[in-house]
């Protein structure tokens, strides 16, 4: 575990970086890490997709499936895709600042 | 007389009416159970079917066997779960009321949910192990495959036993080599998870056994249709993998008269307490087992903890006390790995798998993380240990909460 200084905010971040306490997150720091992952300019579409995410992690204490996401906001898988390329449920757990979505093992 | 009803007499629904008729008082309480099929069957040996390991015989037993004196079993299916008036309707014309539901109806595989998954190729060049049909059907396909890319792709998560598409694929290396083809077979491995293994401590210990066994990963795959005529799945992003077999996964969900009673989330699974069981909307209504939307594996094992725990809480709360947070998400499954060896894995909500030694009384300690002969005949032994122990709701020697003890956790 170590920790990173993103968008003026000292956050604790694992080796994947995603970050290991949700309540750290700020908008800032999602705008910075959206531009790491690819995405330079959020729009709405992006934030409504962040915001449920934050707060369906604040009830359920974990990222959402990409099936939750979808259904909650009524968005398309192919639209997801579009605004979170490669991977949205992981890519959108970490600009929201929670953990990585897992399996099992 | 107070009314227990139980839907489905699957793994789960058994156990817990097993417990439930020993520590409820049969003077007040009736208990009642339902479900469609006759038949009961030991999911976890699907996976050894296609390889011919277990036949038909070793999976199949008549439900009401495993039935305790005392609890009403009705053979139908469930068509309507009223939880406003606290009553089901059944198929077979019956209304049943009841003072506590427990729904415990499971999941099952929905091939129809992926475009030109479930249409003219399934069951000829697209399969499944998780069906009773599937696995037989297989069985019946790999007898005369000439080999070729086998594809194993899982749609989308949660599923059911969440290792068992990896002991699928490292008994197809055992198999295919038993049977001096495997160098006409490639294995592959396209899942949506980041990886086939995702937690650090298990990715470390196991990442190298799906090297060494040649078995190919594709990670973050996220199906969006097969093109059967092509012989190709397609992901949302437009990656495309081909195959000449495709063995999937098909998208797990709960039964759909949980879905139409308003009780399920977006995959019919019942949103519970983590702890508890207890439905979030009806405070006499639980879910144990696959139904229940818990964060833990979906498997056999973790119904058994669930119910040893969930069986005195429940009783505690029907005599106006509150319920204990007791149940952990404790799992603990053997994987088949192979060339007789397995593995063992345990871990609970908050501690992932973990390398070490796991005690068990009689029989132990089996290691874990570790790939062992012991550990593969663990994985048989369970068979007997299902239905002689787990089903009849007897107490195993283990703890159901998860324990530390031999476990190296640095
Ligand atoms: C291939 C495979 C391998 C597995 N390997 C393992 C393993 O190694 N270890 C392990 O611990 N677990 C394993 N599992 C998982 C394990 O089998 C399940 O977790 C377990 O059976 C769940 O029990 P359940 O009672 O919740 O559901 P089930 O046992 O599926 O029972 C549900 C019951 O509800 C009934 N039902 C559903 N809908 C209706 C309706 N509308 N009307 C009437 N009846 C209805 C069904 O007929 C069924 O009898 C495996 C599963 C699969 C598919």
Redesign the pocket.
């Known amino acids: 575990m170590s920790t990173r200084t993103i968008a003026g905010k000292t956050v604790q971040m694992n080796d994947e970086g995603f970050m290991t306490n949700p309540s750290e997150w700020t908008r800032e720091i999602a705008a910075e890490v959206a531009k790491e992952e690819g995405l330079p300019d959020l729009n709405t579409s992006h934030w409504k997709v962040i915001e449920f995410c934050r707060s369906d992690a604040t009830s359920s204490g974990k990222s959402p499936t990409l099936r939750r996401i979808t259904t909650a906001t009524g968005l398309s898988t192919k639209e997801m895709f579009a605004l979170f390329p490669k991977g949205p449920a992981k890519k959108v757990a970490k600009i929201s600042g929670l953990g990585k979505p897992e399996g099992c093992v | 007389m107070k009314k227990l009803l139980i839907?489905?007499?699957?793994?789960?629904?058994?156990m817990a009416a097993n417990r439930l008729s020993r520590l409820l008082d049969a003077s007040e309480w009736q208990i009642t159970i339902?479900?469609?099929?006759e038949t009961?069957?030991y999911?976890?040996g699907?996976?050894f079917i296609p390889f011919g390991v277990y036949g038909k015989n070793d999976v199949i037993k008549p439900k009401r066997d495993f039935m305790p004196n005392g609890v009403h079993l009705v053979m139908?299916?469930?068509e309507a779960i009223e939880a406003e008036q606290n009553r089901v309707r059944l198929a077979n014309g019956q209304t049943l009321g009841y003072d506590f539901l427990i729904i415990?109806?499971?999941?099952?595989i929905y091939p129809k949910q992926t475009p030109g998954l479930g249409e003219d190729e399934w069951g000829k060049s697209i399969q499944t192990?998780?069906s009773f049909e599937g696995a037989v059907a297989l069985h019946e396909h790999l007898k005369h495959w000439p080999g070729g890319r086998l594809v194993l792709n899982v749609v989308e998560n949660p599923i059911?036993?969440p290792v068992?598409p990896l002991e699928f694929l490292m008994l197809a290396d055992w198999f295919f080599s038993e049977k001096g083809m495997r160098d006409k077979v490639e294995l592959i491995y396209a899942t949506p998870l980041p990886g086939a293994f995702t937690k650090p401590k298990a990715s470390k210990m196991l990442g190298h056994l799906l090297t060494e066994k040649g078995i190919q990963v594709v990670p973050e795959f996220m199906i969006e249709r097969v093109d059967p005529e092509a012989k190709k799945i397609v992901a949302y992003d437009e990656q495309e993998v081909s195959y000449d077999l495709l063995v999937s996964v098909p998208l797990n969900m709960g039964?759909?008269?949980v879905g139409k009673a308003g009780l399920g989330d977006e995959l019919n699974f019942v949103p519970v307490d983590k702890h508890t069981f207890l439905s979030t909307r009806f405070a006499n209504v639980f879910a144990?087992?696959?139904?229940a939307a818990v964060p833990a594996s979906?498997?056999?094992?973790?119904?058994h903890f669930a119910v040893e725990t969930f069986g005195e809480n429940f009783v505690r709360y029907t005599e106006g006390q509150a319920l204990k947070p007791v149940f952990d998400g404790h799992a603990n499954?053997?994987i088949e790995s192979g060339f007789g060896k397995g593995l063992l894995i345990d871990f609970n909500y908050d501690t992932e798998p973990l390398p070490g030694r796991y005690p068990m009384p009689g029989v132990g300690p089996f290691t874990l993380l570790e790939e062992s002969e012991a550990n593969h005949w663990g994985?048989l032994m369970?068979k007997w240990m299902y239905w002689h122990i787990l089903l009849k709701g007897k107490e195993l020697p283990l703890p159901a909460q998860m324990s530390m003890v031999g476990k190296w956790s640095k």
Do not use: M, N, R
């Open positions: 839907l489905g007499a699957g793994t789960a629904g058994t339902v479900d469609q099929h009961h069957y999911q976890p699907y996976l139908s299916a469930i415990a109806t499971g999941a099952d192990f998780y059911k036993c068992a039964a759909e008269v144990l087992g696959d139904a979906k498997a056999g094992s973790v119904a499954c053997f994985k369970f």
